[in-house]
């Protein structure tokens, strides 16, 4: 089945440093790729939808200058967490929109800001 | 706007009983409805989707859920709970537009007890 490669899957940064999340779509092309980002307990909140080759699209709230998503190619799409501090520590999960109205998830990120 | 509701944050039920996970949803249109399933730390899994069809969809591991349009609800269901059920489980909607995003409900945690 379709399956996306997310690394890294736990990342420890210090505050202020940018930290980089990598989705890989390994076996179809992926035109649309979602970021989420999940507090403990908590639903998933959707960061942005990006789509291959023009710019992310962002959901209210979110700073797109912090967060800042490339997708360059139908099988990359990455998450740069820029100036990172603690309240920046979360979990965060990308997804790919399936061609069968599916959508297939990576297995996430543990960002902590220390 | 769409949306997902799930009313009960956490189920608890005996190993060996039949579970059910609620789902409400409020979208215009008809409505693409999913559950997945998160363990600790990890990214979501799939469990079964209704795009149109019969109202009763099966999945994986045993589970199915019923599409209720008049009631608006698609709630998750098992007739025989293991302790290995225990997980986060998710409810997502959808509309059938290309590229739609998904939004989750706020996650019901699921206890089986041995």
């Known amino acids: 089945g379709a399956v996306v490669s997310q690394h890294p899957s736990r990342v420890i940064c210090k505050s202020g440093t940018s930290v980089k999340i990598e989705c890989r779509s390994l076996?179809?092309?992926?035109?649309?790729m979602f970021w989420y980002r999940q507090f403990p307990k908590q639903s998933l909140m959707l960061m942005a939808t990006?789509?291959?080759?023009?710019?992310?699209?962002?959901e209210q709230g979110v700073e797109k200058d912090k967060f800042l998503i490339n997708h360059a190619s139908l099988t990359l799409s990455t998450l740069t967490v820029t100036s990172a501090h603690p309240e920046d520590s979360s979990f965060y999960i990308c997804?790919?929109?399936?061609?069968?109205?599916?959508?297939?998830f990576g297995s996430g990120t543990r960002l902590t800001v220390v | 706007a769409q949306s997902v509701a799930q009313p009960e944050d956490q189920v608890n039920v005996a190993e060996g009983n039949p579970l059910t996970v609620k789902c409400t949803y409020s979208?215009?249109?008809?409505?693409?409805l999913f559950w997945y399933v998160q363990y600790p730390n990890r990214g979501l899994q799939f469990l079964l989707k209704y795009i149109t069809g019969d109202n009763l969809v099966k999945g994986s591991y045993g589970f199915e859920a019923e599409f209720n349009k008049s009631q608006t609800s698609f709630h998750l269901k098992k007739p025989s709970a293991l302790v290995s059920d225990s997980a986060l489980y998710f409810c997502a909607v959808s509309f059938q537009t290309s590229g739609s995003r998904l939004t989750f409900g706020e996650g019901t945690q699921l206890t089986v007890n041995p």
């Open positions: 979208v215009s249109g008809n409505p693409y």
């Open positions: 997804s790919a929109r399936l061609n069968n109205y599916g959508y297939t």
């Open positions: 076996d179809f092309q992926a035109t649309t």
């Open positions: 990006s789509n291959e080759g023009s710019k992310a699209t962002y």
